[in-house]
Antibody
Framework: EVQLVESGGGLVQPGGSLRLSCATSAFNFSSYWMSWVRQAPGKGLEWVANIKQDGNEKFYSDSVKGRFTISRDNAKNSLYLQMNSLRAEDTALYYC?????????????????WGQGTLVTVSS | SYELTQPPSVSVSPGQTASITCSGDTLDNKYVCWYQQKPGQSPVLVVYRDTKRPSGIPERFSGSNSGNTATLTISGTQAMDEADYSCQAWDRSTVVFGGGTKLTV
């Protein structure tokens, strides 16, 4: 069974940093694009960033560009999100999601597996 | 930036057909996916590539995409289908979600 397990969330002050991790198992991690998606309390889903299979292409939402960095370690089957200059509006449950198994991320496959999420709270 | 618009809420009687719309500029030029999310749970993909169902998703879930509107249709809606539903598409290598629709059965 495909598993994605996020960790690293917590309470951080505005302007602070946090690094999220996503450990995966039971699928060929290096064959998939991977994404981070977040959900603020009581709100809808918001895509944050994705990364190509080899790590050489990365895309970000405008709301996090320049502050967040997505990365992956295919040897460890793990995905990461380095979050800097955190703001109150970054408070959310952050999900790791399996993305496309194809060359292009916009090939229509969607996010077919999700973790349970890790909560990030930005507050003084 | 590209936007997807969904109605905040839709109500349906058990056994009837529910239709949830997702609107965006020339949306039929893009692939659309749909997600179901129940309270306290992670989202579940119910439709991908406009019309395709992942394995394990009941046949009562179907999708379409024409013009500026994609539609998720749930035939013979059951009480267990009560959930939030979100559409999703791609815009120039970035991902866009609709605001979500709360389906009440």
């Amino acid at each position: 069974e495909v598993q994605l397990v996020e960790s690293g969330g917590g309470l951080v002050q505005p302007g602070g940093s946090l690094r999220l991790s996503c450990a995966t198992s039971a699928f060929n991690f290096s064959s998939y694009w991977m994404s981070w998606v977040r959900q603020a309390p009581g709100k809808g889903l918001e895509w944050v960033a994705n990364i190509k299979q080899d790590g050489n292409e990365k895309f970000y939402s405008d709301s996090v560009k320049g502050r967040f960095t997505i990365s992956r370690d295919n040897a460890k089957n793990s995905l990461y999100l380095q979050m800097n200059s955190l703001r109150a509006e970054d408070t959310a449950l952050y999900y790791c999601a399996r993305d496309a198994p194809s060359y292009y991320s916009d090939s229509g496959y969607g996010f077919d597996s999700w973790g349970q999420g890790t909560l990030v709270t930005v507050s003084s | 930036s590209y936007e997807l618009t969904q109605p905040p809420s839709v109500s349906v009687s058990p056994g009837q057909t529910a239709s949830i719309t997702c609107s965006g500029d020339t949306l039929d030029n893009k692939y659309v996916c749909w997600y179901q999310q129940k309270p306290g749970q992670s989202p579940v993909l119910v439709v991908y590539r406009d019309t395709k169902r992942p394995s394990g998703i009941p046949e009562r879930f179907s999708g379409s995409n024409s013009g500026n509107t994609a539609t998720l249709t749930i035939s013979g809606t059951q009480a267990m289908d009560e959930a939030d539903y979100s559409c999703q598409a791609w815009d120039r290598s970035t991902v866009v979600f609709g605001g979500g629709t709360k389906l009440t059965v």
